[in-house]
Nanobody, 118 residues
């Protein structure tokens, strides 16, 4: 199994920055992709950014150029640097560890709230 725990959310003003962190533990060698997702009130959960173990990245169009996903060398920490935040970025942000297809499962953290005031 894999456990993931997010941290770093908070309340900021539009235009400011935040960095989210995700600590993965357990069988991290099984992880193929780490991702950040978000869910705003009344909306579906959406992909924000993903990173493969080889460093390949993918971003939602809405965050390209503003957000950067990265991983440390030990591959147990994943970060989401969020710059030029907008009120529409307000959501609960979730970290995900995907072990598929090596294993069958993906694992979610409890989420961290990001609120951007205008």
């Amino acid at each position: 199994q894999v456990q993931v725990v997010e941290s770093g959310g908070g309340l900021v003003q539009a235009g400011e920055s935040l960095r989210l962190s995700c600590l993965a533990s357990g069988n991290i060698f099984k992880i193929n992709i780490m991702g950040w997702y978000r869910q705003a009130p009344g909306k579906r959960r959406e992909t924000v950014a993903r990173i493969t173990m080889s460093g390949g990245t993918q971003y939602a169009d809405s965050v390209k150029g503003r957000f950067t996903i990265s991983m440390n060398g030990a591959k147990n920490m994943t970060y989401l640097q969020m710059n030029s935040l907008k009120p529409e970025d307000t959501a609960v942000y979730y970290c995900n560890a995907d072990t598929r297809p090596t294993d069958k499962y993906d694992y979610w953290g409890q989420g961290t709230q990001v609120t951007v005031s205008s």
